[in-house]
């Protein structure tokens, strides 16, 4: 249910005026159903929803500052490489982003 792959390549096509928004949703829904206080809130913990809602948040903060967040994992941020190689290639990016990758 939270699969943090599985919801990046359903987004990472997606132009930035669209992803930013549809991560940031992906995070408070995932926030919402953990903390809640409703039935299922235990469950979605024990599911993964507060890593899945780190990740998201991580990620929205890359999108809009342009930088590596703190604690990113290599796979992580293997993975916002691809997402601002694919919007540099939109135009949506500037092209020097791609440099904080070089060190990683």
């Not at 359903?10 to 930035?16: A, F, N, Y």
């Not at 809130?41 to 990620?59: H, I, N, P, Q």
């Not at 590596?68 to 997402?83: M, Q, V």
């Not at 694919?86 to 904080?100: D, G, R, T």
Request: hydrophobic share 40%; proline share 2%; aromatic share 10%.
């Amino acid at each position: 249910m939270y699969d943090f792959h599985k919801t990046i390549s359903r987004i990472k096509e997606l132009d930035w005026h669209k992803m930013l928004p549809e991560v940031e949703k992906e995070a408070r829904s995932a926030e919402s159903a953990a903390f809640s206080g409703k039935s299922g809130c235990v469950r979605a913990r024990e599911m993964g929803a507060v890593e899945y809602a780190s990740k998201m948040k991580s990620l929205a903060f890359f999108l809009g500052n342009s930088t590596i967040p703190a604690g990113a994992t290599l796979s992580e941020i293997k993975l916002y490489r691809e997402i601002a190689e694919n919007l540099v290639c939109k135009k949506q990016f500037k092209a020097e982003v791609l440099n904080l990758f070089e060190r990683t």
